[in-house]
């Protein structure tokens, strides 16, 4: 391993951990607090250098599929979280289609790496399949936003929110157990997502029980 490699990798792992344990904090705060948006900055500033140094990990020491497609996975549900958080009932933006149209030609550009001709074993395995089938389903969902009622971006950017970043940090989680652990594979990398997905599930529930209260007190 050349100085350089070993230098990237040093930022990309000291990223992860401090971003990952970050994530799981900001988890906890209370939404919308002081608190919580100080703490979701720092996180997103450290998800990105996480992304950034993959990348170019993957672009000049190694290529390795499944993390070539959750590299791009998280930057664009990193950035697509933190966007709709400003641009809320307003809809999608100039910005919002800049990202959909990179993250539909990095999907575009996957795709052959790892089902063409030349694709390792490795690239047509259930994690990677199923980490490119969530980057095409939200690539789906925000195309379609932009056909969405103006009044449903109102309701709907908090979900919105939730689901990208809480996400993101549940497919960082997701790649460094494939990176450290052996036992179990592939399901134990697995493991992540589907907790995420109960996570998600969670604040979403509470999301709505909140608004189902707050309109029978208003119109009760």
Same mark, same amino acid.
């Given at each position: 391993? &050349?100085?350089?490699?070993?230098?990237?990798?040093?930022?990309?792992?000291?990223?992860?951990?401090?971003?990952?344990?970050?994530?799981?904090?900001?988890?906890?705060?209370?939404?919308?607090?002081? /608190?919580? #948006? /100080?703490?979701?900055?720092?996180?997103?500033? =450290? &998800?990105?250098?996480?992304?950034?140094? %993959?990348?170019?990990?993957?672009?000049?020491? #190694?290529?390795?599929?499944?993390? %070539?497609?959750? &590299?791009?996975?998280? %930057?664009?549900?990193?950035?697509?979280?933190?966007?709709?958080?400003?641009?809320?009932?307003?809809?999608?933006?100039?910005?919002?289609? =800049?990202?959909?149209?990179?993250?539909?030609? !990095?999907? %575009?550009?996957?795709?052959?790496?790892?089902?063409?001709?030349?694709?390792?074993?490795?690239?047509?395995?259930?994690?990677? #399949?199923?980490?490119?089938?969530?980057?095409?389903?939200?690539?789906?969902?925000? +195309?379609? #936003?932009?056909?969405?009622?103006?009044?449903?971006?109102? +309701?709907?950017?908090?979900?919105?929110?939730?689901?990208?970043?809480?996400? !993101?940090?549940?497919?960082? =989680?997701?790649?460094?157990?494939?990176?450290?652990? /052996?036992?179990? $594979?592939?399901?134990? $990398?697995?493991?992540?997502?589907?907790?995420?997905?109960?996570?998600?599930?969670?604040?979403?529930?509470?999301?709505?029980?909140? /608004?189902?209260?707050?309109?029978?007190?208003?119109?009760?």
């Amino acid at each position: 391993m &050349t100085t350089p490699h070993l230098l990237n990798l040093m930022v990309h792992v000291g990223a992860g951990l401090a971003a990952m344990a970050l994530g799981c904090y900001v988890l906890g705060t209370r939404k919308g607090s002081d /608190r919580h #948006r /100080r703490a979701g900055r720092i996180f997103a500033a =450290l &998800t990105l250098l996480v992304c950034a140094s %993959a990348a170019a990990g993957l672009a000049l020491f #190694r290529f390795m599929p499944l993390f %070539a497609v959750l &590299t791009v996975l998280v %930057a664009y549900q990193l950035l697509g979280g933190w966007h709709v958080v400003h641009t809320r009932g307003a809809g999608p933006d100039a910005l919002d289609g =800049l990202l959909l149209l990179g993250g539909g030609a !990095a999907a %575009a550009w996957l795709v052959p790496q790892l089902f063409g001709p030349a694709a390792t074993r490795a690239a047509a395995g259930i994690v990677v #399949r199923a980490s490119l089938g969530a980057m095409l389903a939200l690539l789906a969902y925000d +195309a379609a #936003r932009w056909l969405f009622p103006r009044r449903w971006h109102a +309701a709907l950017w908090r979900y919105e929110h939730g689901y990208k970043l809480v996400a !993101a940090l549940f497919a960082m =989680l997701s790649a460094a157990i494939g990176n450290t652990v /052996r036992v179990g $594979q592939p399901w134990s $990398q697995l493991a992540p997502s589907v907790a995420g997905l109960a996570v998600i599930g969670w604040f979403w529930a509470r999301r709505w029980r909140a /608004r189902k209260d707050t309109r029978a007190r208003r119109f009760g």
